[in-house]
């Protein structure tokens, strides 16, 4: 059973994954960061690696992207930063990124080193079905990660079910046709969830784009089992300060804890 | 790997948009309706014979089509072969762009949408998606990068009096990049009602064709004109400058399949292919993705985009169609370059001995024609993409 199963299996409501950026808000930071994720309540840590050119991304995680990168942040870097981070990290991580760098890496070489230093999944926004199906699916299961496919509102109920069956670990739900760090009504992206949850889906479903606060992670959590947050926090670290202090607050603020 | 191999049919790509191993869609979920929409409809529509007549009445009496084939007859005495110049200059608005905003219009508002949406890196794009949403009454909004809004001001105030709205695009390096990163941002935002006009053979599946197919009437003119000229049924070599390579596509489309005619595409080298300030995608680029298709980008050993430099805005581009990779990767094309300052000399030099002012684009596409050893018995069809009032702040610069 992978470490994401388990998750899903020990505590299957309210699992609240969060995303930061590697090598923000300094190019140091990524393991000081992820430990108070940890340390704060986050169940999973969604790893994003900075690209040029984040197309799904809005303009939060575009702005952290851009200075991770000027402080020198790249793939190589990031598995030297991260290569003991089993160390302290307990809980599943799962990088986050695009195609194009991770090509240029190489990307057998980047499915084996992500699961040499203890990685448990990938989510790459920009690999379609197409190509995961022809070619890049069959390489990321040979090294034992999950992957993790998006569905939006838009996604018909066929395609739902396919890119269920092809994910492991959980299905991405993104709340509405959008980039990330958008705000959402959350009736509507109720009525989705609801939709969702009567397909009886094989994966659990974690909820992100526009989960901000208590509110919206207690709304979106009702018909799933869990949210995903990304922008919200980025900002957080955005204003400065000691970084275990702002996760502390902030987790503790979307918890309710 | 090859996976995914056309057998050298360069008109058309696999059902998944492949030509060799350059094309594809790769986009976020979030698109995926869209795009697929347009996928699985886009032949369809094109080869119906209502949108057929609408389209060719439209090119027709708005954009003041065929545009004429003229034989340049100084230039042809200078260089030592025949040169003939395909006058997309004189389209409506300036400049090719058009062929492509009229099919996409009409397609679009098949598809029921309200509003249009598109990048511009020089302008002449977003003129000509401004003009025909003017036309056909939609909602227009453009992304432009703020450097590129700031350097070609003629058509920022065009697009406005045509009803527009320019959003300038600060992300990143503020021009044609980023410009089509904030497009697609915006599609993402609000897809359902939402046409995206891609302004070149860029792009996710089925833009790159789409756009190719829609430029294609250069090449069916020129064929046809040709043949009346001179008798012959094609020219030896057709030269065109490439950015994201739409003009470059549509003068070649008919003669892909055609190994006789020799196709030269002219890249922007900027200050030199190796001076660090270059647009020449294929001589800097390698495999890569990017705006949702693989093709050959200009980017670091660890995938970033990095950011080209040319004198027009309009070749300002890190990236080049996928149709275009594969033409050069097979070397069915001949990529070539040319400087800022051979460019600047060869608009110079056009309107003194032709009497036509080309855009800073389609002066690159002239620089190379001494170098290519042309003989008497050639006959080069140059695509004259645009006219240069555009560029007349650089030019006067230079003067």
């Known amino acids: ?257 | 790997m090859n996976l995914f191999n056309v057998d050298k049919d360069y008109q058309n790509p696999t059902m998944e948009g492949y030509y060799g191993d350059f094309g594809g869609a790769y986009i976020p979920e979030m698109l995926y309706g869209n795009v697929e929409t347009l996928k699985t409809q886009y032949l369809q529509i094109m080869q119906d014979p209502s949108f057929q007549s609408e389209f060719q009445a439209l090119l027709k009496d708005y954009v003041g089509r065929p545009t004429p084939l003229f034989l340049a007859e100084r230039l042809s005495k200078e260089i030592g072969a025949t040169i003939y110049l395909k006058r997309e200059d004189l389209c409506h608005t300036g400049a090719h762009k058009i062929n492509n905003t009229i099919g996409q219009i009409i397609l679009a508002q098949r598809l029921g949408k309200k509003k249009i949406i598109a990048e511009t890196g020089a302008g002449q794009h977003g003129v000509a998606t401004a003009t025909v949403c003017a036309l056909k009454g939609m909602e227009c909004v453009v992304y432009m990068g703020e450097k590129d809004i700031e350097r070609q001001a003629p058509n920022v105030a065009r697009m406005k009096m045509l009803g527009a709205k320019v959003v300038s695009a600060k992300s990143g390096s503020k021009t044609l990049k980023d410009a089509t990163n904030e497009a697609i941002r915006a599609w993402i935002n609000e897809p359902n009602e939402t046409h995206y006009i891609i302004g070149s053979v860029v792009g996710p599946h089925p833009y790159p064709d789409m756009v190719a197919r829609f430029q294609s009437v250069i090449s069916e003119e020129i064929k046809i004109q040709l043949k009346e000229k001179t008798g012959k049924e094609f020219p030896t070599h057709v030269v065109a400058c490439v950015g994201g390579g739409s003009n470059a596509a549509g003068a070649f489309y008919h003669f892909l399949n055609e190994p006789s005619v020799n196709l030269v595409a002219v890249e922007a080298a900027g200050h030199g292919v190796n001076s660090g300030l270059s647009a020449a995608t294929t001589q800097l680029g390698t495999p890569g993705i990017l705006h949702g298709s693989k093709s050959i980008v200009m980017q670091t050993n660890d995938g970033q985009v990095v950011e080209p430099h040319s004198i027009s805005a309009g070749l300002d581009y890190p990236g080049i169609g996928p149709l275009h990779a594969f033409l050069y990767e097979s070397k069915r094309g001949t990529f070539l370059s040319a400087t800022d300052e051979e460019a600047l000399e060869s608009a110079f030099h056009l309107s003194k001995i032709e009497g036509i002012i080309p855009a800073l684009e389609t002066a690159h596409a002239f620089s190379v024609l001494p170098k290519m050893n042309l003989k008497a018995s050639d006959i080069v069809v140059v695509c004259l993409s645009g006219r240069g009032d555009k560029d007349l702040a650089t030019y006067m610069e230079h003067l």
């Open chain 1, 1 to 257: 059973m992978s470490k994401l199963e388990l998750v899903f299996k020990e505590k299957s409501k309210r699992i609240l994954n969060v995303y930061c950026t590697a090598g923000y808000p300094s190019l140091d930071s990524t393991m000081k960061v992820m430990e108070s994720l940890q340390k704060n309540g986050a169940d999973i840590i969604e790893l994003g690696m900075p690209y040029s050119d984040p197309l799904a991304d809005g303009e939060v995680i575009q702005e952290s992207s851009i200075k991770a990168l000027a402080g020198g942040m790249n793939i190589a870097v990031l598995f030297e930063q991260i290569k003991d981070m089993r160390k302290s990290i307990s809980i599943p991580v799962i990088l986050m990124g695009y195609m194009n760098p991770i090509l240029q890496y190489g990307f057998d070489a980047f499915c084996r080193k992500a699961k040499e230093v203890g990685v448990d999944g990938l989510i790459l926004p920009d690999l379609p079905l197409y190509e995961f199906e022809q070619f890049y699916g069959k390489i990321i299961a040979e090294n034992n990660l999950d992957f993790i496919f998006l569905v939006t509102p838009e996604t018909p109920e066929q395609r739902v079910k396919k890119l269920d069956s092809l994910s492991t670990g959980f299905l991405y739900a993104v709340s509405s046709s959008a980039t990330t760090g958008k705000d959402k009504d959350f009736n509507v992206v109720a009525q989705y969830l609801q939709k969702l949850q009567a397909m009886q889906l094989k994966n659990p479903i974690l909820v992100g784009f526009g989960i901000k606060d208590k509110a919206s992670f207690d709304a979106a959590t009702v018909h799933t089992q869990g949210a995903i947050i990304g922008s919200a926090y980025i900002q957080v670290l955005s204003k400065g300060g000691d970084i275990e202090t702002s996760t502390s607050q902030f987790l503790k603020s979307v918890l309710g804890a």
